[in-house]
C-alpha cells in the first residue's frame, strides 16, 4: 500500500472538501498516523509483538547497562494509553526483559534487557530500516527537520 503516501488525502479518503485547512491537516495527521502503525504493525507481527512491546524494549535498551523503573518507562512512552504492567508481563513471558526488585527500594522493581531482548531488537533493525528508507525517498532530510518541527510546534 505505499502508494497511498504519494496520493493526496483527498484522494486517499476520497473528501473533495474539508471546513478548513485546519480540519483537513487532523485528519491528514490521523490517517498517516494509523498508516504509519500498520506498516510497522507488519515488521513488529512477524516477532509478535506490538509496536508499544517496541517502545518499551527501546526504551529499556536505552537506560542500559542500568535497569529502569516501570514509572520512568511510562514517563517516555510514546503511547501513554497502554497498560505498562500488561505490556511488562508479556515481554517477560516471552523472556524479552527481567523484573528485579530494586536493592535500594523494595517497592520498586528495576527492569532489565534479557540477550534475547537485545536479539529481538538487532533483528528488527534491518526491516524498520527499510521503512525509514522509504521515508527518506519521499522527503529531504531538510523536509524531514521542517515537518518534524511543525509537529513540535502544532502541540504548542
Given at each position: 500500500?505505499?502508494?497511498?503516501?504519494?496520493?493526496?488525502?483527498?484522494?486517499?479518503?476520497?473528501?473533495?472538501?474539508?471546513?478548513?485547512?485546519?480540519?483537513?491537516?487532523?485528519?491528514?495527521?490521523?490517517?498517516?498516523?494509523?498508516?504509519?502503525?500498520?506498516?510497522?504493525?507488519?515488521?513488529?507481527?512477524?516477532?509478535?509483538?506490538?509496536?508499544?512491546?517496541?517502545?518499551?524494549?527501546?526504551?529499556?535498551?536505552?537506560?542500559?547497562p542500568?535497569?529502569?523503573?516501570?514509572?520512568?518507562?511510562?514517563?517516555?512512552?510514546?503511547?501513554?494509553?497502554?497498560d505498562?504492567?500488561?505490556?511488562?508481563?508479556?515481554?517477560?513471558?516471552?523472556?524479552?526483559?527481567?523484573?528485579?526488585?530494586?536493592?535500594?527500594n523494595?517497592?520498586?522493581?528495576?527492569?532489565?534487557?534479557?540477550?534475547?531482548?537485545?536479539?529481538?531488537?538487532?533483528?528488527?533493525?534491518?526491516?524498520?530500516?527499510i521503512?525509514?528508507?522509504?521515508?527518506?525517498?519521499?522527503?529531504s532530510?531538510?523536509?524531514?527537520?521542517?515537518?518534524?518541527?511543525?509537529?513540535?510546534?502544532?502541540?504548542?
Open positions: 500500500m505505499h502508494y497511498l503516501c504519494t496520493m493526496k488525502i483527498e484522494n486517499v479518503i476520497k473528501q473533495s472538501s474539508f471546513s478548513s485547512s485546519y480540519h483537513k491537516v487532523v485528519v491528514n495527521l490521523i490517517f498517516t498516523g494509523n498508516w504509519i502503525r500498520d506498516e510497522q504493525m507488519k515488521v513488529f507481527k512477524q516477532f509478535d509483538l506490538l509496536p508499544q512491546h517496541y517502545n518499551v524494549l527501546r526504551i529499556i535498551k536505552g537506560h542500559m542500568h535497569p529502569i523503573a516501570p514509572k520512568d518507562i511510562k514517563e517516555v512512552l510514546i503511547d501513554k494509553a497502554g505498562l504492567t500488561r505490556l511488562l508481563d508479556k515481554l517477560e513471558k516471552k523472556g524479552l526483559v527481567k523484573r528485579n526488585l530494586c536493592p535500594s523494595r517497592r520498586q522493581m528495576d527492569i532489565s534487557m534479557t540477550d534475547k531482548g537485545l536479539k529481538i531488537l538487532e533483528q528488527l533493525q534491518g526491516p524498520l530500516q521503512f525509514t528508507d522509504m521515508i527518506q525517498n519521499n522527503l532530510k531538510d523536509q524531514a527537520e521542517n515537518l518534524s518541527d511543525l509537529l513540535d510546534q502544532l502541540r504548542g
